[in-house]
């Protein structure tokens, strides 16, 4: 099956920094990248998705890029906030059966 | 629109007692998804529903899990002789139609302590 690793587990970064969190993946039949961001105490909410015919997907302040050569990905938060602060979880999946990341911890600090 | 409902949110029982979890999903969602969550992990999938059936039961850690959707909407998920290890944060997702690719949207989860 689908393994996704995710690192780091925890960032910490000034407000308005950016962030990087970055994730690999190990069965190339995974086509589907969605990234999903968990507030304490609430379900995982879709943030932004890439799919494999695409290196590079953007919406305002996040940006996801794929290399499905090296099998990674990676999430890009610019000009952070303190809501942003959260869990980030990046997915990989060829079907319905998603397989997620342990999570990175990001930390915005004001 | 209502997103998807969990209910209870929190679930406090003794070791061996029965349970049951119940999943509202989207209107009009076909597919619905349990997963579960241990503590400092991402969500693990347990089982897949395409309408009534469940497609896919392959997460299911043993034969105390046990899930249902009888009528393609509300879906209740029951474990059986709750053990200390069962505890976690179970969450149900659901997406419009059939799963690949599709946007799986979670609830706020039942957070499951068996003591």
């Known amino acids: 099956g689908e393994n996704v690793e995710q690192h780091p587990s925890t960032l910490s970064v000034q407000e308005g920094d950016s962030a990087v969190i970055k994730c690999t993946y190990s069965d190339s039949a995974s086509n589907y990248f969605p990234w999903y961001k968990q507030e304490l105490g609430k379900g995982p909410q879709l943030i932004i998705d890439i799919r494999s015919n695409v290196g590079e997907k953007k919406d305002q302040r996040i940006a996801v890029t794929l290399n499905k050569t090296a099998k990674h990905f990676s999430l890009h938060i610019t000009e952070t906030q303190p809501e942003d602060s959260a869990v980030y979880f990046c997915?990989?999946?060829?079907?319905?059966?998603?397989?997620f990341g342990k999570g990175t911890l990001l930390t915005v600090n004001p | 629109g209502a997103g998807v409902s969990q209910t209870p949110s929190n679930k406090v029982t003794e070791k061996g007692k029965y349970v049951e979890l119940r999943c509202d999903p989207i209107?009009?969602?076909?597919?619905l998804y349990w997963y579960r969550q241990s503590l400092g992990q991402g969500p693990e999938f347990l089982i897949y529903f395409q309408g009534t059936g469940a497609a896919d039961d392959s997460g299911l850690p043993n034969d105390r899990f046990f899930a249902v959707r009888p009528e393609g909407s509300v879906s209740t998920l029951k474990i059986q002789r709750t053990e200390r290890g069962d505890s976690a944060v179970y969450l149900c997702a659901s997406s419009f139609q059939r799963g690949d690719g599709e946007t799986q949207y979670f609830g706020p989860g039942t957070r499951l302590l068996v003591l």
């Open positions: 209107s009009g969602h076909t597919a």
């Open positions: 997915v990989g999946g060829s079907n319905y059966k998603l397989t």
